[in-house]
């Protein structure tokens, strides 16, 4: 599967964003998917993650109550919409998917996905 982010741009402090993930290729609902960002001089994050009926979500803990996932299976894509933005949520956005089974939270929090998609900037001014 090839996966390609978009929707990055400048956003104020508080503002939102919605991020979007599409997917080429058959049987985008046989994967899991995860949302990581990499900000500048830092390793790369795990953000949050969706199941494969978008039934189960879960998020890192600093963008929990702010940050929501989900996905459109006839669509081929997985969203990232982001409300109250802070300067610290500046970063390199990615979209990831994997085979695993399950709802695979530790595979895919881990970061250890099989697929991953260019990224699309992000950047939060105060």
């Known amino acids: 599967v090839q996966l390609q982010a978009s929707g990055g741009g400048l956003v104020q402090a508080g503002g939102s964003l919605r991020l979007s993930c599409a997917a080429s290729g058959r049987a985008f609902g046989s994967y899991v998917m995860g949302w990581f960002r990499q900000a500048p001089g830092k390793e790369r994050e795990f953000v949050g993650g969706?199941?494969?009926?978008?039934?189960?979500?879960y998020y890192a803990d600093r963008v929990k109550g702010r940050f929501t996932i989900s996905r459109d299976n006839a669509k081929n894509t997985v969203y990232l919409q982001m409300n109250s933005l802070k300067p610290e949520d500046t970063a390199v956005y990615y979209c990831?998917?994997?085979?695993?089974?399950?709802?695979?939270?530790?595979?895919?929090?881990?970061?250890?996905?099989?697929?991953w998609g260019k990224g699309t900037l992000v950047t939060v001014s105060s």
């Open positions: 990831a998917a994997d085979h695993a089974p399950g709802i695979a939270t530790m595979t895919v929090s881990s970061g250890a996905m099989d697929y």
């Open positions: 969706i199941s494969r009926s978008g039934g189960s979500t």
